[in-house]
């Protein structure tokens, strides 16, 4: 579903930066990490309940891997994959689904979980980097549509048995909120949780101040975490989640080709968008609604979070001359610290 932890994962990363907020070393918190995904999670929390809970994170975490890896053979979404039948689902994956169907039409299908074979076809899958015919491209196009799958009596039903799901741009946010439900159970009152780049922060940190998240300056050659900073946003109680391209990207023939591909065409989206951050009030939709507006591009995506004030939006964008843009909705302005 996401890269192997041995690569680069594929959405814009975020920096917890314990610097700027005066992280110390306070028993009273602890941190845990490890693998998941394909990729990395962190997380700090206030160890309200007197013990390491990194044992039932994991249980967690390898629930979420059974449903919906695409890298794991095993997995749900693989067996779902393969399946010419109808496929029973458990509860925490209609959950999933009946999210990402509100999401493909509000966004008008830019979101689109069945874009999975053309991310195959264009090597972003867990095959190898490679360039697909338009011959090719107008073929799977023919398999990718959220309509063309549908919900009933808890069973998934493809409308063509060659329709594959691939929840990459929805499940690391989900994972957080599984996880953030958890903690939320035991009471913890502070906590940050980030899988993959996608986090949700709760309460205060060590220093009894809001969060403070590093989003990353979106330039080819910012291979290595928090190397660049372009803003940094303070926040509690609220989820954060960046997409963008500039890791995850390859050039053939001079022609730079990003993982985000546009379910419309079958391309990888070609705008001036080079990273978009979404703030809200939990990581699935932040995770999915940053996706939809890479695909959307600049003045879609920004007239869209304008008709969602539940949303706050930062993008960064290309500029004619070549230097970097921004916009901003008012209401992460004062998120923003200067």
Known sequence: MALSHKKLF?????????????YSADPEFLKISGYTQGTTYHITYQN?????????VEQRLQLIDQLFSNYNPNSLVSQINKSKAP?????????????????????????DITVGPLVEAWGFGPSKQKQPTAKEIDS??????????????????????????DFNAIA??????FLAQYFDS??????????????YARGTNASGQQWRIGVETPSDNNLLQGEQIQKVIAVSNKAVST???????????????AHTINPHTGYPAQNTLLSVTIV????????????????????????????KPQLAAYFIFSKPNGEYGEFVTENLKKHILP
């Open 87 to 111: 496929v029973p689902i458990p509860p925490l994956m209609e959950q999933l689904l009946l999210k990402c169907f509100q999401i493909y039409k509000e966004s008008e299908g830019a979101f």
């Open 280 to 307: 809200a009030s939990n990581c699935t939709d932040a995770d999915a609604y940053a996706t939809a507006c890479m695909v959307m591009g600049l003045e879609k995506a920004i007239q869209f979070v304008k008709n």
């Open 243 to 257: 997409s963008g391209n500039y890791r995850r990207f390859y050039i053939s023939n001079g022609i730079k080709y």
């Open 186 to 199: 035991l009471g913890i009152p502070n906590y940050l949780i980030e899988v993959g780049g996608e986090l």
């Open 140 to 165: 799977l196009l023919k398999i990718v549509g959220l309509t063309k799958i549908k919900l009933k009596n808890h069973r998934l039903i493809k409308s063509d048995p060659r329709i594959r799901l």
């Open 172 to 177: 690391q946010g989900f994972t957080v909120d």
């Open 10 to 22: 594929a959405a814009v990363t975020f920096v917890i930066l314990y610097s700027i907020a005066g």
């Open 48 to 56: 309200t309940v007197g013990r390491d809970i990194q044992p039932e």
